[in-house]
């Protein structure tokens, strides 16, 4: 059967991410997240939500797509961008994305010290940086606001998350949040980080992994429907 013009468009592409998975991004390989939480370290909790996030989207219709801590590949083209962590700085959790203009951080080596606009002398090299346009950022602080508005109630309503629940970072907030490298290595519509807990506060929380993983795929199922890129019927449900 030759494809015409009424074929059904693709599905969606949306990247999920598991935060500080090897391979790690080139000038932040030293950053191999958490050594605790209910898993045993961040990774142990990054990896098992991507794998829930991805099915979930993949039920409702999506091409959920993996990828490790160096964006693979480089210049990824889809709808969503979303990276998946323990907890913010100072330990909480939270929700950033991709802000038009700022950049990304710079580190001394492979990630060590405070982050800084501009590079230090002894910094490792970043790969070539995609950029982050205006529509990048709206459709972002879109995807954002859906995503703490189904996972803002699920954290505060949970007997096991006592951190806290910043919400949606600011632009002159956690630049670790809000300056991620992953939102300069994709091209995708949206780009998302969701830091789900303080590893040790929180581990009774994340330890539920099936429930923060719906909470993320109905915010992204929303936000594709919104964009008209998505049919409306399909559950985010297994």
């Known amino acids: 059967m030759i494809a015409g013009a009424d074929s059904p468009p693709p599905p969606p592409v949306v990247w999920v991410q598991a935060g500080h998975q090897a391979p790690r991004e080139p000038g932040y390989r030293a950053q191999t997240g958490a050594g605790a939480g209910p898993f045993g370290s961040e990774l142990g909790f990054t990896t098992r939500l991507a794998t829930r996030v991805r099915a979930r989207l993949r039920a409702a219709g999506v091409d959920a797509r993996a990828t490790p801590g160096r964006v693979t590949p480089r210049g990824a083209r889809g709808a969503v961008f979303v990276s998946l962590h323990h907890d913010a700085p100072g330990g909480r959790a939270g929700i950033g994305h991709a802000w038009a203009g700022l ?7 492979e990630g060590w010290g405070a982050p ?3 590079p230090y002398p002894d910094g490792a090299p970043h790969r070539p940086a995609t ?7 709206r459709r972002s602080r879109d995807l954002a606001h859906r995503l703490a508005a189904t996972f803002g109630p699920l954290y505060r309503g949970a007997a096991g ?3 806290g629940f910043g919400g949606v970072e600011r632009r002159a907030g956690n630049r670790r949040m809000t300056r991620y490298h992953g939102f ?4 995708a519509g949206a780009r998302v980080l969701l830091e789900a807990g303080a590893a040790g506060a929180d581990d009774a929380f994340l330890a539920r992994v099936d429930p923060i993983a719906a909470a993320v795929a109905r915010a992204v199922v929303s936000h594709l429907r919104a964009r008209g890129l998505l049919a409306v019927g399909l559950s985010t449900r297994r």
């Open 161 to 163: 998350a006592r951190a």
């Open 103 to 109: 950049g990304e951080n710079w580190y001394r080596g």
């Open 131 to 137: 950029p982050v346009t205006p529509a990048v950022e």
């Open 116 to 118: 800084r606009s501009t």
């Open 184 to 187: 300069h290595r994709t091209r």
